[in-house]
Each structure stands twice: as structure tokens, then as C-alpha cells.
């Protein structure tokens, strides 16, 4: 069973930078993608970034600003957030998946972190 742990939240102005980390145990590398999602209050979870051994996928609303990695080992999975916006407030999760599909549905997960608290001010 895939256990993920998230950190690296906080609480940062308009224009900053965070870096999320996911610890990953258990995770076999493939073409199953490990992803970050996000969700605000009173909105839907939405797919933020994924990874896979095949590349790196991205919302449109953070290409160019939010950049997925990982180490050599799967073991850690970054997300690396630049430029921020307020409109980037939100719980951010990670997730790893056992099958391919569609990376931005939440249904295709099946492992989930617990979050990490994401808040931007203007």
C-alpha cells in the first residue's frame, strides 16, 4: 500500500515562493502518475501536477510558475511554486494513482496524503 506524506505549507505574500515535498512509501515507479492537487473552500479538488516516468503534466492556470520533480528514487515528489497568487490558497494533496488515465480526476487516485496548507496574501 502507497502511504504519502506532505509538507512544506505555509503562509507567504503575493509574488512568493513555496516548495511543496511529498514523502512517497511504497510507490512503484511507471507510467502510474503521482500528482498534486489542490482545494479551496467551498470548490472542488483540482489537479495541479502530475509526474510519471514518461513526463510532467500542468494546469493551465500554474504552467509557467509551478514546476513537479522528484528524486531518483521515488521517494520524494517536490512541487515547486513560484510567483504565487493569492487564487493559490488552498489545501494541497498528493496523490499516487495504480492505473494510467486522465491525471487531473481525482477517481483515478487511489492514495492520498493528508494536505498541507497553502495561503497566499496579497
Known amino acids: 500500500q502507497v502511504r504519502l506524506v506532505e509538507s512544506g505549507g505555509g503562509s507567504v505574500q503575493a509574488g512568493g515562493s513555496l516548495r511543496l515535498s511529498c514523502t512517497v512509501f511504497?510507490?512503484?515507479?511507471?507510467?502510474?502518475?503521482v500528482a498534486w492537487f489542490r482545494q479551496a473552500p467551498g470548490k472542488e479538488r483540482e489537479g495541479v501536477a502530475a509526474?510519471?516516468?514518461?513526463?510532467?503534466w500542468y494546469a493551465d492556470s500554474v504552467k509557467g510558475r509551478f514546476t513537479i520533480s522528484r528524486d531518483n528514487a521515488w521517494s520524494t515528489v517536490w512541487l515547486q511554486m513560484n510567483s504565487l497568487k493569492p487564487e493559490d490558497t488552498a489545501m494541497y494533496y498528493c496523490?499516487?494513482?495504480?492505473?494510467?488515465?486522465?491525471?487531473?480526476?481525482?477517481?483515478?487516485?487511489?492514495?492520498w496524503g493528508q494536505g498541507t496548507q497553502v495561503t497566499v496574501s496579497s
Open positions: 509526474i510519471t516516468t514518461g513526463g510532467t
Open positions: 511504497g510507490y512503484s515507479p511507471g507510467t502510474n502518475p
Open positions: 496523490a499516487a494513482s495504480k492505473i494510467g488515465g486522465i491525471w487531473y480526476r481525482p477517481s483515478l487516485y487511489n492514495s
